[in-house]
């Protein structure tokens, strides 16, 4: 569970944004709209959105500005799981503790969902926060999540990610897929919140390197639950990477020291944090959470 005390407003705007931008089901995109609400609506931490208005916050960003673009992470993050979870893919029928997209609605229109959702979320990064004076933050924002969501980030940490199954354990290889196919996105998501606080480069660089450590170690956790905890804790299907085959921390190094590593990499994260940010609490607690969760 996330830190409720600190979090649970920023968790409820997220919410709220993305009922907003979200497509209603109607007409003759109903179904398309339907499969993008229930992939984006069935849960989820909302992690990357977190961590935006976050870094926002700790570099005083004014007012609510962050929402928008921040819920655009968690489309793209969606998008991801729901083309992860397709037959091609890791074929997988549970995700947040209920049926994957693809078999509610079948895999065309899962697909559809997925590609929409992106689209979506690069609509929304160039649209808000709206204004001439934001438009070089917004061209800046949609450069800056591209990156991390593209072949340069996290699609080309899956490729690899693929690529890698059944391939014998290979630490610098397995850190370079796990700091794109995951870290990438969250070392972006700190960095747009930065970006749109306003901060100089150097603090932006900063918070993106923060996203980057905490990034690393949330995965490399995610593959020591995926071995010690239950379906019913995670909300999806434990034991997959193993079964096929997939190179991970626990596989290579065993879990004790893969929570030592994760320890290591969020004292890191927490180091980049900027000394010049108003307050640090979310960031420290969210860096916490990505080792201390159960799910």
């Known amino acids: 569970m996330l830190p409720a005390a600190a979090l649970t407003e920023r968790k409820a705007r997220v919410e709220e ?7 209603l089901p109607g007409g003759r995109q109903r179904r398309l709209a339907e499969a993008m609400r229930y992939a984006v609506f069935g849960g989820g931490k909302r992690l990357r959105p977190l961590l935006a208005i976050a870094a926002f916050d700790a570099l005083e960003g004014s007012g609510r500005a962050i929402d928008e673009p921040a819920a655009a992470l968690e489309l793209i993050h969606t998008y991801s799981l729901v083309h992860d979870d397709l037959p091609a893919m890791d074929d997988d029928a549970l995700r947040r503790g209920r049926p994957t997209t693809h078999r509610a609605y079948g895999e065309a229109t899962a697909i559809l969902a997925g590609d929409a959702l992106l689209t979506l979320a690069f609509e929304v990064l160039s649209t808000f926060p709206n204004g001439d004076a934001a438009a070089s933050r917004r061209a800046g924002a949609v450069a800056v999540v591209a990156r991390g969501a593209g072949a340069a980030g996290m699609v080309g940490g899956q490729m690899a990610d693929l690529e890698g199954e059944q391939s014998p354990p290979e630490r610098e290889a397995l850190t370079w897929i796990h700091a794109h196919k995951t870290g990438a996105l969250l070392a972006a998501s700190a960095e747009l919140g930065a970006l749109h606080a306003g901060a100089d480069a150097a603090a932006c660089a900063a918070m993106a390197r923060y996203g980057a450590s905490l990034g690393l170690a949330f995965q490399i956790i995610d593959d020591v ?35 030592r590593e994760a320890e290591r990499l969020v004292e890191e994260a927490r180091a980049a944090i900027p000394a010049t940010v108003r307050d640090r609490t979310l960031l420290d607690d969210l860096a916490r959470y990505s080792v201390e969760r159960s799910r």
């Open 225 to 259: 639950l995926d071995r010690t905890e239950s379906a019913a804790s995670l909300g999806k299907t434990p034991g997959k990477d193993e079964a096929a085959g997939k190179v991970t921390f626990p596989a290579l190094i065993g879990i004790d020291a893969s929570r």
């Open 17 to 23: 944004a993305l009922a907003r931008i979200l497509p």
